[in-house]
């Protein structure tokens, strides 16, 4: 479980989250830098994923920092009813930190540019609606409620080194700011996620999730923009994918929770991202005394934003229609703090480098209303950040499958 730190660099990790309790995406954040970590904890079977989280959490009782994150396929170390590929890296990986650093001059800086990247998708239209129409006969048939289909593209990079990394989440973070974005540099891979969705926030025995249901896309102006955000908050569809996912978490959290606790302050909030608008909704509870992080992990992963409902029934669907591991897309990536205050976001808009390749994913919650055209319509909205990160226009790729963006929303 516990491996060798790797040779010292600047900075290996950084944690940028907003502060989920605070109106203002900007004000409160989480910001730290980290350097090498003084040891890792890495999962690598299923068994050993429960003691990563229990060493992760006594270190940070101890006043340690645990900086992190879950690939999606961790989930088979929680209840084995649910069906993963076999994993392409660590299930868990932490790094344990005695304090931060000063926050990283370059990353006050302006102007970071994605370097243009050949992205290839592995799906093809044709293929995309033969599964919509096979998720729509699951439904019709009783066995889904809704499922989140995703797929994944790859890049090949030019330059793989560390510093390139680096410019390349400065760019992703310039393009989707004000999230809960993390860069961690676990050596194999590098994960650079901008996500926007909090999984959840853990003080003491007051719990938030925060799942993130239904997109649209920003106006060309402000009219139309308001238009797209009404129709999101107002569409059965788009309040009917989000409050089943609701449902599913609010059954999750209850695994932990205190009797009577658990509530749903806010449903349906609209929020302005530079590409998108996104439908969220608060859930809350207060956890059960002697809950831990491995307990709350085991009630909640994967998120139920991101696997549709039932879960295990999904999750044996996603099994069949993805032909290849999730990774840490997906999953969950946050930081442990000094005394157990956890938060972690749920990886979407996410990009994890392996080597001389990049992957990104990308997906959409499936109901028996979704029409294909317009969920394929919508991955491409999602996938804008990149283009907006390599200030470009979406690259031509080799692959004839591949989604080709909108032009970025010029809000």
Not at 145 to 151: A, C, E, I, K, S
Request: charged share 20%; glycine share 6%.
């Amino acid at each position: 479980m516990n491996t060798p730190a790797r040779p010292a660099a600047p900075w290996q990790a950084l944690i940028d989250f907003a502060d989920p309790h605070s109106p203002d995406p900007r004000a409160g954040r989480l910001r730290a830098a980290f350097g090498t970590p003084r040891r890792v904890l890495a999962a690598r079977m299923p068994q050993e994923v429960r003691p990563v989280l229990d060493a992760a959490e006594a270190a940070a009782r101890e006043g340690r920092w645990c900086v992190g994150y879950l690939r999606y396929e961790a989930a088979a170390a929680f209840d084995p009813a649910f069906a993963v590929h076999p994993a392409d890296g660590p299930l868990a990986w932490f790094g344990v930190h005695d304090t931060p650093l000063p926050w990283p001059r370059e990353e006050l800086a302006a102007g970071a540019v994605l370097p243009p990247l050949a992205w290839q998708a592995q799906l093809q239209r044709a293929q995309f609606d033969r599964h919509m129409a096979e998720i729509h006969r699951a439904i019709a048939d009783g066995e889904l409620y809704q499922l989140n289909y995703t797929m994944t593209l790859q890049a090949p990079l030019a330059d793989a080194s560390a510093e390139a990394a680096r410019r390349c989440f400065r760019a992703l973070r310039q393009a989707q700011p004000d999230g809960y974005t993390a860069f961690i540099d676990a050596g194999e891979e590098q994960v650079l996620s901008v996500s926007p969705e909090l999984f959840f926030d853990w003080q003491g025995d007051q719990w938030l999730g925060r799942p993130m249901k239904g997109t649209a896309p920003r106006g060309a102006t402000p009219a139309e923009d308001e238009a797209n955000a009404r129709r999101l908050r107002t569409v059965p569809k788009e309040r009917a994918e989000n409050v089943m996912i609701v449902d599913l978490i609010r059954n999750d959290i209850s695994r932990v929770a205190r009797p009577f606790s658990v509530r749903v302050p806010r449903l349906f909030h609209t929020e302005a991202l530079p590409t998108v608008w996104q439908m969220t909704s608060d859930v809350q509870a207060r956890t059960r005394a002697g809950t831990t992080l491995a307990d709350l992990f085991a009630a909640l992963f994967p998120c139920g934003s991101i696997t549709g409902a039932p879960k295990v029934s999904a999750m044996k669907r996603i099994h069949a229609l993805e032909p290849q591991p999730r990774g840490v897309y997906c999953g969950a990536v946050g930081v442990v703090q000094p005394g157990g205050s956890a938060r972690f976001n749920v990886p979407i808009r996410t990009v994890t480098l392996r080597g001389s390749r990049a992957f990104c994913g990308v997906g959409s919650g499936i109901t028996s209303d979704a029409q294909a055209a317009a969920e394929w319509a919508e991955w491409q909205h999602k996938l804008a950040f990149l283009w907006t990160a390599a200030a470009s226009a979406p690259p031509v790729s080799s692959h004839p499958g591949a989604p080709s963006a909108p032009k970025p929303h010029e809000h």
